[in-house]
């Protein structure tokens, strides 16, 4: 309800005043009221009533505490991946190693990631990682070969991402949502409005569609 939701947003901002670049908790607690009123005005089904959108829409919104909350869910999103995108490092470890016919994974990461997340969703079951590497060892406009040293390059090309964790030996996604999201950019491309139809009607792919 409307007193959580302040509640929550007062906690977020206050705590985060030197963040957010308030100049006194006083302020922060002005951020808060108007993140709140963002919250309300914004056409986004759901916004207030799910929490991890909350916390997205907190995050963006702090960027620019006094601009306004992205119009859509799909461009919250955009917004919250170009965020977690610019937090690493300008390129990951070792991406200077790969060859020359090798640099686009790295040149071409963001198709590459929106296009693994399509692949892992609609694909036979496999592996971030697996759906991955058979893009770049399958493209049809790159010679790549499955070697050692492309293998943790390309791991490195993921989890610099921002979208993508290392969790013990396995590559996994730091929200389904975010792969939802990733995917449904992809579908955008690709899919005719009668094939839109079909993933809008099924259960496991019904959000993906309604990002796209």
Avoid: C
Avoid at 15 to 44: C, M, N, P, W, Y
Avoid at 82 to 93: A, G
Avoid at 119 to 145: C, D, P, Y
Avoid at 153 to 178: F, K
């Amino acid at each position: 309800n409307q007193l959580q939701m302040k509640n929550l947003a007062r906690d977020w901002f206050t705590t985060r005043h030197e963040v957010i670049g308030a100049r006194s908790l006083e302020e922060a607690g002005q951020i808060a009221d108007r993140f709140v009123a963002q919250v309300e005005k914004a056409d986004i089904d759901s916004l207030a009533k799910v929490p991890l959108l909350l916390t997205i829409a907190a995050i963006v919104f702090e960027k620019s505490p006094w601009g306004d909350l992205p119009p859509t869910i799909a461009t919250l999103y955009e917004q919250f991946v170009n965020l977690l995108s610019s937090r690493q490092e300008l390129t990951p470890p070792g991406i200077e190693a790969l060859s020359a016919n090798d640099a686009w994974i790295w040149e071409k990461r963001e198709a590459l990631i929106e296009n693994t997340a399509y692949r892992w969703f609609f694909g036979s079951g496999q592996s971030i990682f697996e759906a991955a590497l058979g893009l770049v060892t399958g493209s049809k406009n790159h010679v790549t070969k499955d070697t050692p040293q492309l293998r943790d390059r390309l791991r490195g090309v993921l989890t610099h991402s921002g979208v993508v964790v290392a969790v013990a030996n396995d590559l996994e996604w730091v929200h389904l949502s975010i792969a939802e999201y990733l995917a449904s950019r992809v579908l955008a491309r690709k899919a005719t409005p009668e094939r839109w139809l079909w993933f809008a009607d099924r259960p496991t792919t019904a959000n993906i569609a309604r990002l796209a």
